[in-house]
């Protein structure tokens, strides 16, 4: 897409309300565009539109009226959550028309360089922490996206000597074109929004224009455990300089934990004085902190540890300078959050996670037998990989939403005979604090109770933050 400057007196379409949407419309309007912004939602569910109506913008909700695009329509922004198959998508691109989502537009207007994060799992922690670190190096990093601050509010708040610390979805990258990030994070891939992709060669494709732009001034950072991460490596398309990571092998170039852990392990510690070490091409090598001293546990937050580590160097912060924040980092809320104790047993939030991937990382975590609150969603999948990590962490299982009944069955094929299916109560909340009981009864002292869902929470509530909030305060009215 052009300048959005050079929109002025053009006809722009904004698909999509909620905060990104209105921060598009309120930009586009300033810039002197013609904005519609249309919403399926009733008018009712979009409390954005009185702002845009005081301004003049004009607003359709309630449906996609047929002549809503037009010849005359020089650019679509999407809400990244509305599929290419949507009728004003499809018919804009049938025209001829560029549709892009507001990552394109905030990096065109951004006088800041940018880090963008990505991968299936632990882009919210990565983010986070890549901010708290570069704020203690003395560098000024926003941090925005998915996390809080629409981009486009955060790019032109931006000054030159600022980062905008970016955490992007694969839904967002697809629709990027020029989109080109100082420094580009992949975390990791796994199998997940096939729903919305199709199948895993348009979802990693989406996840790898993040790079796609990038020259050798740039800084790719990217996971040497995954086998995603290891093709892109090996495929000479990436044009940056590549930092990779790992904390189950020996890098002689990279940062990675030294010893490794065991590739295999399904351990949540086994004992070993691990230590993040940097080693630059020219030999060197410096010790950056321990394992141990990280103020999240697991190896995923190692690997999550890592890879800000890696873009905070390509940023310029000292090595010195990172030790502290990795030590008093706590985590995020809704990831692996704990919540409290009750009748000698911990009560930890972990509502984030949106795919078996993440649940299995969170069973992961503790040494002490799961009771683990799961479903939501139901995207097609069979939920078998679960199988081995309900045999190995869960003491019981308690399951609720679409996927209910998958989740009890693989519970039950792994063994478990302490399997709660929560049928659907007079609403979502209900049936969500109902669930949290359950699992209260089955605990005993000494153990974990843990919201990790495995699945989005669209069928009951409108995001997994509102599914954490609740969850939360029914573990504190036990």
């Known amino acids: 897409m052009k300048h959005p400057s050079l929109y002025k007196d053009q006809q722009v379409i904004v698909l999509g309300l909620a905060k990104s949407g209105l921060s598009v419309a309120k930009l586009f309007h300033k810039l002197g565009a013609t904005v519609i912004v249309n919403d399926k939602k009733d008018r009712q569910s979009c409390p954005e539109a009185d702002e845009l109506d005081a301004l003049g913008v004009s607003v359709l909700c309630g449906g996609h009226p047929e002549r809503l695009i037009t010849p005359e329509t020089a650019l679509v922004v999407k809400n990244p959550g509305i599929p290419y198959s949507s009728p004003p998508v499809a018919q804009a691109l049938g025209l001829g028309i560029e549709v892009v989502t507001e990552v394109e537009v905030a990096y065109l207007l951004s006088p800041a360089p940018i880090i963008g994060i990505t991968g299936s799992n632990g882009k919210t922690t990565t983010t986070t922490w890549i901010g708290e670190m570069l704020e203690a190096a003395g560098l000024k990093p926003i941090v925005a996206g998915n996390i809080g601050t629409p981009l486009c509010e955060a790019a032109q708040a931006a000054e030159a000597d600022d980062w905008l610390v970016a955490e992007l979805s694969s839904f967002q990258l697809k629709g990027t074109d020029q989109f080109r990030p100082r420094i580009a994070l992949l975390l990791n891939i796994a199998e997940t929004h096939l729903d919305y992709h199709g199948d895993m060669d348009d979802y990693i494709a989406s996840k790898a224009k993040l790079f796609a732009n990038q020259t050798k001034d740039d800084t790719a950072v990217l996971n040497a455990d995954d086998a995603v991460c290891r093709d892109l490596m090996a ?126 990382i969170a069973l992961r975590s503790f040494p002490q037998r799961v009771v683990l609150i799961a479903g939501g969603l139901d995207r097609g999948s069979d939920y078998m990989e679960l199988l081995p990590h309900f045999r190995d962490r869960a003491k019981a299982v308690v399951a609720l939403g679409e996927t209910r009944g998958k989740i009890a069955d693989v519970a039950r094929l792994a063994g478990l005979t302490a399997v709660k299916v929560v049928e659907p109560e007079e609403d979502a909340e209900s049936t969500l604090r109902l669930a949290v009981r359950e699992a209260a009864a089955l605990a005993e002292p000494g153990d974990t109770v843990l919201l990790s869902p495995a699945c989005a929470s669209w069928d009951m509530f409108s995001s997994y933050e509102i599914r954490g909030r609740i969850f939360k305060e029914s573990a504190h009215n036990l």
């Open 235 to 360: 495929s000479g398309t990436l044009g940056a300089r590549v930092i990779p990571f790992s904390t189950a092998r020996e890098l002689d170039y990279g940062l990675c934990v030294t010893p490794p852990y065991p590739a295999d392990s399904q351990e949540p510690d086994d004992g070993a004085e691990r230590r993040i070490v940097w080693r630059d091409r020219e030999g060197g090598e410096r010790d950056i902190a321990g394992v141990a001293e990280l103020g999240i546990p697991g190896r995923h937050n190692a690997a999550n540890a890592l890879a800000a580590i890696g873009a905070c160097l390509a940023a310029g912060a000292p090595a010195g300078a990172l030790a502290e924040p990795l030590r008093n980092f706590r985590g995020v809320e809704h990831r692996l959050e704990f919540v409290r104790e009750h009748a000698g047993a911990a009560y930890y939030n972990d509502s984030k996670a949106t795919n078996p991937i993440a649940t299995i």
